[in-house]
């Protein structure tokens, strides 16, 4: 389990081996020097179970791919140049996801590809924004 807050990223260095054995990640109000530095780390994280993004800033697009996540919450801030996008690729185990966009970014932000979450064998509820969509 590793729980980050309140620091700037700078890009992972090519030797970054991430954390091949990591359940469990929550990142908050963490300022992303790149936006590309996040799809990296989710990357060197194979074994990611949960995954917790609340508050970061400048997280770009952003791409779960990620085979083993069962929980993901996303939520974003105010005023911050946050989210571009949100694109579900594999999470065919993920059972419960909650997106939290601000309004004013709710609007600019896309969430695409929502057939991939079709292919989650175990999605039992998920929240965008105040709206919950229960599986059945």
């Known amino acids: 389990h590793l729980e980050l807050g309140y620091l700037t990223t700078h890009p992972l260095p090519s030797s970054f081996n991430g954390f091949p054995k990591l359940h469990h990640l929550v990142l908050a109000f963490i300022q992303f020097s790149r936006k590309y530095i996040l799809p990296g780390l989710m990357a060197k994280c194979p074994k ?18 990620v085979p083993n996540l069962e929980t993901l ?33 709710e609007k600019s932000s896309t969430i695409d590809a929502f057939n991939n979450l079709a292919n989650s064998r175990h999605l039992q509820c998920t929240k965008f924004g105040d709206v919950y969509f229960k599986v059945n």
């Not at 993920?94 to 997106?99: F, H, L, N, P």
């Open 73 to 105: 919450f996303i939520s974003s801030v105010l005023l911050y140049d946050n989210i571009d996008s949100i694109a579900f690729r594999d999470v065919r185990n993920v059972k419960s996801i909650e997106v939290r966009l601000c309004n004013s970014l």
């Open 48 to 65: 990611l179970v949960t995954l917790k993004l609340d508050c970061c800033y400048r997280m770009g697009h952003i791409v779960i791919d």
